[in-house]
């Protein structure tokens, strides 16, 4: 779909009669070709995601004990606030990005995305230059007020697909974030604290006193780069609300129903989004969405966390380039098995066996630490982070941004000039529970530690059993993720 007017003859092209997901075109046509130019700019967007967020994982723990001394130097108390300013992010998301996903409707997809990589660039530039725990929540919330991307972004997507090349389109998604999850945390393990790892190119006093400010210029610039891209040569996928009144109105309508079909294709009410068919799918979407971003959050205060207090005592470099490893592997092999096994065993079935990772993943955290109790970080404890990690890139292919649940809310969506809204509805769902999840694992982590819970490992315990009701809840979606006609 391309952002040209459409003339009054064309107005049946672009409305509901042309189903998002038309499982008649499934089997009779062969897939459309990609628009692989449009989407390779678009996927920029999504890559800076990833990088802006999780740079700030390798070195977020150690803030809060020798730089800012939240902690008063107890390390069982660092969950606590690396929690909270991981989840302010998504708190202040949750308020807003459903109102971005609506505007996104109307005045189209690219003034939204812009003032989202603005906000980016802005907050990581605040971020870096902060001393305070109230400039560093400052600065979290800045992103998460401005930056309604994601949804949009997934509006995008669906616009330039169709039902013949949507899971080779969303396949494509991975190599983006996947990128971004690996270049993030790269350059926060290896670019924070320059003064100490290039002294002869950072000495100055300013490095000193900011040592985190050159990761997040870093991420800041590649948010404004990409904004560039964006502006110049991304196209609008929105039609042109103005074009498509005229080729309506009583002087031009040669038949009754073009009316008809521009009011189906136009923005629904927020209350017709609340029916079954849209909220299981988006229900199913939160359950996976707070799972991931536990992880997300539990994994660096895992590694960083003394081996006797739970965790594995890594430094923020090591930390960082496990994490960038394991974002290679994921876009990798995400790349090239998610759309066979889609295409082979349908996006419901591989959604289910795919949140069913996330009970090992919980499970594998308490066994990799009994055993560097026992032994050290030997060859089995890399060994199981090894399980760990094949494991979740299987777990992140049923997450909605890179996987099957993005294909079930596309097809719920009751037309394409509401997708943006249904995609908005979903990432607001979302932000709510990431902003619950990250500060409620760690805070769960640091209180079984503090207090022996279950050895310390209650938080396990807890996280495994919300996994199984997730899966078990996952069999409410429905069987294929087509739009009917």
Not at 25 to 39: H, M, R, S, V, Y
Not at 207 to 227: D, G, H, K, N, R
Not at 461 to 475: D, E, K, P, R
Request: aromatic share 10%; with cysteine.
């Amino acid at each position: 779909m391309s952002s040209s007017a459409a003339p009054s003859d064309s107005v049946i092209d672009v409305n509901e009669h042309t189903p998002l997901l038309d499982p008649g075109q499934q089997g009779q046509q062969k897939p459309t070709p990609l628009p692989k130019l449009q989407i390779s700019i678009l996927l920029l967007a999504l890559l800076i995601e990833p990088i802006a967020s999780q740079s700030i994982y390798p070195y977020i723990n150690q803030v809060g004990i020798s730089e800012l001394d939240i902690t008063g130097g107890d390390e069982r108390k660092v969950g606590y606030y690396a929690g909270l300013i991981e989840s302010l992010f998504f708190a202040t998301q949750a308020l807003t990005i459903f109102q971005w996903s609506r505007t996104s409707d109307r005045i189209g997809r690219k003034p939204v995305i812009l003032t989202g990589l603005f906000g980016i660039s802005l907050s990581m530039l605040c971020f870096g230059l902060s001393k305070t725990l109230l400039g560093l929540i400052l600065s979290r919330c800045i992103t998460g007020a401005l930056n309604g991307n994601i949804g949009v972004i997934k509006s995008m997507l669906g616009e330039l697909t169709d039902s013949t090349n949507m899971a080779q389109g969303f396949a494509l998604m991975p190599i983006a974030w996947s990128l971004g999850a690996t270049i993030g945390p790269m350059i926060g393990g290896t670019l924070e604290h320059p003064q100490h790892h290039f002294p002869s190119l950072f000495s100055g006093a300013f490095w000193s006193q900011f040592p985190y400010f050159l990761p997040s210029a870093v991420a800041a610039t590649f948010a404004a780069t990409s904004s560039l891209m964006i502006l110049f040569f991304l196209k609008e996928t929105l039609p042109r609300q103005q074009t498509r009144e005229k080729s309506v109105s009583p002087l031009n309508c040669e038949a009754p129903d073009i009316i008809k079909n521009a009011v189906e294709d136009s923005p629904v009410s927020i209350r017709s989004l609340f029916v079954p068919s849209v909220l299981i799918p988006i229900a199913n979407y939160g359950c996976i969405s707070i799972l991931e971003i536990v992880i997300n959050a539990l994994q660096p205060l895992f590694y960083s966390t003394p081996i006797e207090l739970g965790g594995l005592g890594f430094d923020p470099v090591t930390i960082g380039f496990w994490m960038g490893a394991f974002g290679i592997v994921n876009g990798v092999l995400q790349t090239m098995i998610f759309a066979p096994l889609v295409n082979k065993f349908g996006p419901k079935t591989v959604f289910q066996a795919c949140e069913a990772c996330f009970i090992p993943i919980f499970a594998l955290f308490p066994i990799t630490n009994i055993v560097a109790r026992q032994y050290g970080v030997n060859w089995l404890v890399w060994v199981l982070l090894t399980c760990s990690l094949i494991l979740g890139v299987f777990m992140d292919m049923s997450f909605g941004c890179i996987g099957c649940n993005l294909m079930f809310i596309t097809a719920a969506a009751p037309n394409k000039r509401s997708l943006g809204a249904t995609n908005g509805l979903a990432q607001m769902t979302g932000s709510i529970v990431r902003a619950v999840g990250p500060a409620m694992s760690t805070s769960m982590f640091a209180y079984s530690v503090q207090h022996n819970l279950m050895g310390g490992y209650a938080v396990h315990a807890v996280l495994v059993t919300m996994s199984v009701f997730a899966v078990i809840f996952s069999s409410k979606l429905p069987e294929s993720a087509e739009k009917k006609a």
